[in-house]
């Protein structure tokens, strides 16, 4: 008997709603609200919300008018809880648990990062230990799966997530949001010839970003009052060598530490071209396998709750209906809500 899974997404500034069919993803709409942040230099949280209220019933509608599937159909509603904004998470919840008590089927909290991990399914199946580089603008963490529906986090930062760094870093040189999109197109034109710090260079799989950050604000602040020029191309790969380095180091001595068979790339920041390239030649001849996400796969989207969603249905991972949002959820506390 085959499975029809409907799942909603609206922790950030992307409304999106798919409709996958055991393998077989039949619908994907991804409604990004990007244009309107940009003119914020960042995502408002307010404004998110109101848009996600407004677009949610569209993108619902012409996900299942693409997957061809009726309301009828759907065997459970797989839904976004957490992390991400309050506001734009109660949406997508509220849409979820209105379809699931309508239709009196189950309703499946799903955790945001842990769906972005399972993203990677839609290349290939995830073979463990795997080592997961959860990368994004709220997150950066290295998780060790030892199987399916096992998340350790063996490192996190300690302050900035690594997204919101390069955010930040974009934002002080003039660049639009969001910031890792414009950084990584510069640094290829540029020299590493600027000496950045490197925090918590040490053996822990631990990360920090804020003093990275910080020093480039304070360097390009000097220039400006000194009336010096700063070479944004070369600034721009010496950052990126810096910040991409850090996880590059770290991930590979865990794949070491952790005997890891598989490597794949989750979140936002796994689009950078830097990461993606040295990741795949780092680990090149080891026996290490790795999954390079579509572009598709890294912004946020309904694919990748759905394909988790499959995982938790199976294992009647399901909430009551009065079930609340968690914009802080832990990967490792997935199944508490
Ligand atoms: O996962 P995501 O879409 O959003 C949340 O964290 O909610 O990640 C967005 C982050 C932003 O900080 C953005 O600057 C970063 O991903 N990003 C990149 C690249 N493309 C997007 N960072 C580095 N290089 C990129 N090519």
């Given at each position: 008997?085959?499975?029809t899974l ?23 709409v991804?409604?990004?609200q ?15 919300s109101r848009?996600h ?9 012409e996900?299942l ?7 009828e159909?759907?065997?459970a ?6 992390p991400g ?36 399914e839609?290349?290939k ?9 959860v ?29 919101e ?7 002080v ?9 414009p950084?990584d197109?510069l ?5 590493a010839t600027?000496?950045?710090?490197r ?15 910080t020093?480039?604000i ?5 220039a ?21 380095g850090m996880?590059?180091?770290k991930s ?6 952790y005997q890891v ?7 936002g ?12 030649s ?11 996400p579509?572009m ?8 990748m ?8 249905y199976r ?7 009065d ?15």
């Open positions: 008997m085959s499975t409907l799942a909603i997404e609206s922790s950030c500034d992307e409304t999106a709603v798919a409709v996958l069919r055991d393998d077989k993803l039949l619908a994907n991804v409604s990004t990007i244009e309107i942040h940009q003119k914020y230099g960042g995502v408002m949280p307010e404004i998110a848009l209220a407004e677009n949610i019933s569209i993108v619902l509608k996900a008018e693409k997957s061809q599937v009726k309301l159909e759907i065997d509603f797989a839904v976004t809880r957490g904004l309050i506001g734009a998470l109660h949406v997508g919840l509220q849409a979820a648990k209105t379809l699931a008590a309508l239709y009196g089927k189950p309703l499946i909290p799903v955790h945001h990062l842990a769906a972005h991990i399972y993203a990677n839609y290349v199946p995830l073979i463990f230990p795997c080592l997961a580089i990368v994004s603008g709220g997150n950066t963490e290295l998780v060790i799966m030892k199987n399916h529906l096992e998340f350790e986090i063996i490192g996190e930062t300690k302050d900035d997530a690594v997204g760094c390069y955010d930040k870093v974009a934002r040189l003039g660049l639009p949001y969001p910031g890792g999109i950084i197109a640094s290829k034109k540029g020299q600027y000496k950045l710090p925090p918590l260079h040490d053996h822990s799989f631990d990360f920090s970003y804020s003093g990275l950050k020093s480039i304070n360097m390009v602040h000097t400006e009052q000194k009336g010096e020029k700063i070479v944004i191309e070369d600034l721009c790969r010496s950052f990126q060598e810096t910040a991409i996880i590059l180091d590979l001595r865990a794949v070491e530490h068979k598989q490597v794949v790339l989750a979140g920041v796994s689009a950078n071209s830097y990461l993606r390239s040295q990741i795949v780092r680990l090149e001849g080891g026996g290490v396998d790795v999954i390079i579509p598709w796969c890294c912004t946020d989207n309904a694919a709750i759905a394909k988790l969603g499959m995982y938790l294992e009647k991972v399901f909430a009551p209906l079930v609340a949002v968690d914009p802080n959820w832990q990967i490792d506390h997935f199944r508490e809500f």
